[in-house]
């Protein structure tokens, strides 16, 4: 592909960099995404509440030319795991090197671009997270207590939270989980069920002492609410994130126990303490740091430097106050300067149809359904993305998905660009037109660019509005998107589409124009084929493949995303490529095909579902053995 002479140069998207570490003296930044629980299939709402809208800012910065690195992972710890390991008859570490390939081909097939995803059970979690535990410790931030846990006679164990189901002692929902409930998103303890039942033989178990160490939150509350008030403000956090964090600064921070009587997670590294790992949750996220450590081993200068690196955090409001709260503390408490959370960007849930997503219960549409359907990745992504829950719950209906792929993406988008690309290669022969102010061969690039903007002809009223009118919404597009207003820059980034039809119907581009007309066809279609390179930058983030189908079309580079739209990046020479469909019309009809087909069922295939029969009759027997290890 040629383009150096007819393409402006340096607007070229640059590739990847495979080694990145913080610049000093520019604008850094650090994304992460909550880790999913490696235990199942994502579904529709894990995928739009982190790791999606993390790849859409990861993506903004970088089509913005900035140094940015995004980090995710499975969260291979805990009792999440071990339930799951137990019902399929397999040890933990055999059901998370099932499905953390499961999890990295689903999010592959999403387009999400990490820079890293890896995993929680690696030896560079256990050194960092015991550094962090050791150092809490030396400065007599750790609590030793004895706490009542629920202990099941039947399996001769002490039953982690995610082991107990009962009823919740706040709303009466029956079947909240020993660690938080369901129905009315509190966090529980185990103990403070009613009528609670081991999960595993429907045993009622009985309180049971053991020693445990808890993390003294409260006594750095007032650093943590000074660090809030500053933090939440400059980083612009969501609405829900910081409601959720002010209720439990205003509630009082407790101690917070951080140890389990289980053996599948981080051990605790102190003598008299065997048998003993830290609770998934004040683990968990020390996944971010450990996972970065296997990207590079400079790692501490994305970790330990706060002056340099804006950390950007994303996830369900149900993770926020880990984040929000115990995570930071975890890391003030151990005296090091480490780059803290600047942003915090959460959802709202993503409902299926008429109820809740639920990995447990099986409902709702999984990373491998939508793959099942045929529908292209980028038409999943921008369904998701314009219905992000951002400020409530919102609801994903086929109904819908189907029209937005038609009255939108379709008749909107694939219109434009097909229309433009078509009339090019038929009219054209695929040639990029010179316009007659513009075709003296001596003529300057600075005077050719000048001229193609059309600032000085008394006739090119409607390019100079529309300049205008894209320009407006430009503005608007990087302030949504700086902003982390995710769903506001999709919708504006369709609309500078929509003008750009409304500019093709305005001037009429047909056979009359380029036959009777040709300077002024010839002008419309440079203005057109400009912007649609343009709208290629403002959709990388949003939909990589139609941006890169979109650059394809025009025989060029992915590029970068300017400060301001000029018609002078596809300049008058250059020969484009072929058109192609970026999106084809899905038959309503599918609408109760697929409601049938997905309208509940949990994504098992057929050995799945036998192991589960064959396990379930030998899971109390295997609750000692390897198979039962767990990390809550």
Not at 29 to 39: E, K
Not at 348 to 367: A, D, H, M, T
Not at 560 to 587: N, Q, S, T
């Amino acid at each position: 592909m040629s383009t150096t002479a007819t393409i402006k140069p340096d607007i070229a998207l640059p590739p990847k960099n495979p080694h990145k570490v913080p610049i000093p003296g520019q604008r850094n930044v650090l994304i992460t995404s909550a880790l999913p629980y490696v235990n199942n299939v994502p579904h529709l709402g894990n995928i739009i509440g982190s790791t999606l809208s993390a790849d859409v800012y990861a993506r903004y910065q970088r089509v913005r030319g900035i140094n940015a690195l995004y980090i995710c992972g499975t969260d291979e710890y805990g009792t999440a795991t071990e339930t799951k390991a137990i019902s399929d008859g397999v040890t933990c570490q055999e059901l998370c090197d099932k499905y953390y390939p499961i999890h990295k081909q689903c999010y592959e097939w999403f387009e999400i671009d990490f820079d890293k995803f890896g995993r929680t059970t690696t030896e560079e979690q256990s050194i960092i997270a015991q550094d962090i535990f050791l150092k809490l410790h030396e400065k007599g931030l750790l609590v030793e207590e004895v706490m009542l846990q629920l202990y099941c006679s039947q399996c001769d164990r002490y039953l982690a939270d995610r082991f107990v189901e009962g009823t919740c002692p706040r709303c009466s929902y029956e079947d909240a989980r020993g660690d938080q409930c369901d129905q009315c998103g509190h966090l529980l303890n185990a103990v403070d069920l009613i009528n609670p039942r081991c999960k595993l033989d429907n045993n009622c178990p009985v309180q049971k002492e053991s020693k445990h160490f808890f993390l003294d939150l409260g006594r750095l509350q007032g650093r943590c609410e000074e660090w809030f008030e500053q933090t939440s403000v400059e980083g612009n956090w969501s609405a829900n994130g910081r409601i959720i964090t002010q209720s439990w600064l205003k509630e009082g921070l407790k101690l917070r126990c951080i140890t389990r009587d289980l053996k599948w997670g981080t051990p605790v590294p102190l003598e008299g303490w065997e048998g003993k790992v830290f609770y998934v949750w004040f683990d968990a996220p020390i996944g971010y740091p450990s996972i970065t450590a296997t990207y590079t081993k400079e790692w501490e200068k994305w970790w330990k430097n706060p002056k340099d690196v804006k950390l950007y955090q994303f996830m369900g409001k149900d993770n926020v106050p880990f984040h929000s709260v115990i995570f930071p503390i975890s890391l003030m408490g151990t005296g090091e300067e480490w780059t803290l959370l600047n942003t915090l960007s959460t959802t709202e849930y993503l409902q299926y149809e008429s109820g809740k997503f639920s990995k447990s219960r099986g409902v709702g549409i999984f990373g491998n359904n939508v793959q099942e359907t045929g529908i292209p990745p980028s038409v999943w992504r921008y369904y998701l993305l314009s219905n992000r829950p951002e400020t409530n719950d919102s609801l994903y209906l086929w109904k819908d998905f189907i029209a937005r792929n038609n009255n939108e993406l379709l008749a909107n988008l694939g219109n434009f660009v097909n229309r433009v690309i078509k009339f090019v290669n038929a009219k054209y022969e695929s040639n990029v037109p010179s316009i007659e102010t513009a075709a003296a061969a001596s003529a300057s690039e600075e005077k050719l660019i000048r001229e193609i903007n059309f600032s000085s002809d008394a006739d090119a009223a409607a390019e100079e509005k529309l300049i205008r009118e894209v320009n407006e919404k430009l503005k608007q597009y990087i302030e949504a998107l700086d902003d982390v207003k995710i769903r506001e820059g999709l919708r504006l980034a369709m609309e500078i589409s929509a003008l750009g039809n409304g500019y093709l119907q305005e001037n009429k581009i047909d056979n009359t124009l380029f036959a009777e007309h040709r300077d002024r066809c010839d002008r419309v279609i440079i203005t057109a084929l400009n912007l649609i390179y343009l709208l290629s930058a403002l959709l990388f983030p949003y939909m990589p493949s139609t941006a890169e189908g979109i650059a394809r079309q025009l025989n060029a580079p992915l590029r970068l995303l300017p400060d301001e739209f000029a018609v002078d990046a596809i300049l008058p020479g250059h020969v484009i490529g072929r058109a192609e469909y970026l999106f084809k019309r899905i038959d309503e009809k599918q609408e109760a095909i697929w409601r049938a087909k997905y309208g509940g069922s949990s994504p098992e295939a057929p050995d799945d579902k036998k192991k589960k029969k064959k396990a379930a009759a030998k899971a109390t027997s295997s609750a000692t053995s390897s198979a039962t290890k767990v990390s809550e």
